[in-house]
């Protein structure tokens, strides 16, 4: 399935805008300072990667996290020795349409390469920052959806077409629209007439598949077992939507405490953004709205405190455009 073209300027970006996954690639094999890695295939055979940054410190681990819960004694999971530096891991892409996220690990992975980001500009107070931690990121976690849907932006776009590269177009001629696209999954391929980027080759929302079935999609598989290995104190997940820019609401089905820290990290960085005239989305809530997802299994595989930021697409109805955290400086 290749996509309309519902408008030339979706398939157009600056130089340092670099998101397709050829070009992605590209970047990874040119890095010298970061450790590149395949953690898995897609279901159709494209290599997932992952650029970490700073020396990986091992965990002498003696039982599962549930084990360690309910012994008392988290360093049976953790490891009895403190980390030297926090590790942090960035996965973008999940969905193949949300590409703010990819731009955003390939600018970090620069700062980390050279001290400036693609356009040249420095950041040398993040630099310094990612110096002292261990970093993690994966800039296209779900290949399929990437290369489907092809967009390199949706400035000036519509919901319409937000919801065409993202969700999909069935045969009737009717829009896949969020979020009634969540309903079955996956997705009846012979109703698709174009397939949106928000699916693997298994017509599989990874976002929303069943964490506990014997067989996962490789690309759950890769992203689980690197973040187990890995054990980050913080994992952030990288979206797009129409809306934007935010953390999104404390999750259900992890303890309080995270659900706390969660909300203090989304007061924060609206409030940043908001000093920032960058008009932040979401809002205020009243307890933990979210659900069972991606992020939340990540956190009972590895303990991390689990962070979804919202990256805003550009849409003529909210044009602010950023690049997640690099816009706010």
């Avoid at 980390?112 to 110096?131: A, K, P, S």
């Avoid at 003529?316 to 816009?327: N, Q």
Wanted: proline share 7%; aromatic share 10%; net charge neutral.
């Amino acid at each position: 399935m290749k996509p309309d073209v519902r408008r030339k300027s979706f398939f157009e970006a600056p130089d340092f805008w670099v998101s397709d996954f050829d070009d992605v690639n590209a970047y990874l094999d040119g890095v010298r300072t970061g450790d590149v890695r395949e953690i898995g295939r897609s279901v159709g055979g494209r290599p997932i990667r992952s650029v970490s940054y700073g020396e990986k410190e091992p965990v002498d681990r003696k039982s599962t996290l549930s084990g360690a819960i309910g012994s008392r004694n988290m360093e049976s999971f953790f490891g009895s020795e403190p980390r030297k530096k926090p590790v942090l891991m960035i996965l973008s892409t999940i969905h193949g349409a949300e590409i703010e996220g990819t731009v955003s690990c390939l600018n970090a992975a620069n700062v980390m390469e050279t001290g400036v980001d693609l356009r040249g500009r420095r950041w040398d107070t993040l630099h310094e920052l990612f110096e002292s931690m261990r970093v993690i990121l994966v800039p296209i976690a779900q290949p399929d959806g990437r290369v489907r849907s092809a967009v390199k932006n949706l400035v000036g776009g519509s919901v319409e077409d937000l919801y065409y590269y993202g969700q999909g177009l069935q045969k009737d001629g009717t829009l896949l629209t969020w979020p009634k696209c969540k309903e079955r999954q996956p997705i009846p391929l012979d109703e698709m007439q174009f397939l949106g980027g928000y699916y693997n080759d298994a017509v599989l929302n990874i976002q929303h598949e069943d964490f506990f079935a014997p067989a996962l999609s490789p690309e759950s598989r890769a992203l689980i077992d690197l973040v187990r290995e890995e054990t980050p104190d913080c994992v952030v997940t990288l979206h797009s939507c129409g809306s934007g820019p935010f953390f999104t609401s404390p999750d259900a089905f992890i303890p309080k405490t995270y659900q706390y820290r969660q909300s203090q990290i989304n007061s924060i960085v609206a409030e940043r953004h908001r000093r920032e005239g960058l008009r932040p989305g979401g809002g205020p809530h009243a307890g933990p709205t979210g659900g069972f997802y991606f992020h939340t299994a990540l956190h009972h595989a590895s303990g991390c405190l689990p962070l979804v930021f919202e990256t805003p697409t550009g849409w003529k109805r909210s044009p602010l455009r950023s690049m997640s955290c690099w816009i706010s400086g």
